[in-house]
């Protein structure tokens, strides 16, 4: 199967080129506190955020900078088989743990230099119970230490409170929607429901643009 991975298969493609200009401004987004916890949401599920956080990740590990990916879609999250790997024992599973130094052992390096995936971990019965609890803030502790960048595959802000719990971790939120798919008041309400919480959003990432100038087979979307 293709990779997904098209900022490091394809990097001189539009798509990369657009990735790594959120990038950019991502590392320029505020003037008073550096970002390095960034949350990917949306307002539906199924608009990209998989597919833009784990390329984003990639982006900011090829500057040379120690990225850390974490997939905190404790449902249905697929950042391991976006980068080919198993998920026994993922982000749910350390929540469980008491020592923190255990976390070495979820951590897994990929082929990608810089770029560190914790996956989802064991589907849990109380995901945004797990995401709200005092060890999940250890973990953002944790690894704010050692990475420069810090990832978070989220969910969508529709149906569920998990993105919003998830967004107290981040310095930056960046909602996802997708052309032709995602309603406009469905990603008005989702940009209201951050506020609602004192979350500004910082940006909105714009999927799935046909690219007319590639033919069916080869295109990925913008
Ligand atoms: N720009 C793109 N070009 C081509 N395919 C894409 C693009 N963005 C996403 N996709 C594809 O669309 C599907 C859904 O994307 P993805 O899994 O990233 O969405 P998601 O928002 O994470 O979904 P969920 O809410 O279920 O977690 C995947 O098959 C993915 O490969
Ligand atoms: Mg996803």
Aim: glycine content about 4%; hydrophobic content about 40%.
């Amino acid at each position: 199967m293709r990779s997904e991975l098209i900022v490091n298969t394809r990097p001189k493609s539009n798509i990369s080129e657009n990735i790594r200009t959120i990038r950019t401004n991502l590392q320029f987004a505020s003037a008073s506190k550096k970002v390095k916890t960034i949350l990917i949401s949306s307002s539906i599920s199924g608009e990209g955020k998989s597919f833009i956080s784990s390329n984003l990740a990639t982006a900011f590990a090829q500057t040379d900078k120690k990225v850390l990916l974490i997939d905190a879609d404790l449902r249905k999250g697929r950042i391991h088989e976006i980068f080919k790997m198993k998920s026994n024992k993922g982000l749910s599973n350390l929540l469980l743990e008491d020592d923190m130094s255990e976390m070495k052992h979820y951590i897994v390096k990929t082929e990608i230099d810089n770029l560190y995936v914790l996956t989802r971990g064991t589907i849990p019965p109380n995901p945004s119970e797990l995401l709200n609890s005092d060890k999940m803030k250890e973990v953002f502790e944790t690894v704010e230490e050692i990475f420069d960048y810090v990832i978070i595959d989220g969910v969508p802000v529709v149906g569920l409170p998990d993105a919003l719990i998830l967004s107290k971790y981040a310095d930056a939120v960046m909602l996802v929607c997708s052309i032709k798919y995602t309603p406009m008041n469905a990603l008005v309400s989702a940009k209201q429901a951050f506020e609602r919480i004192g979350v500004p959003v910082t940006g909105v990432v714009v999927n799935k643009v046909p690219n007319i100038k590639s033919n069916y087979y080869t295109a990925y979307y913008e």
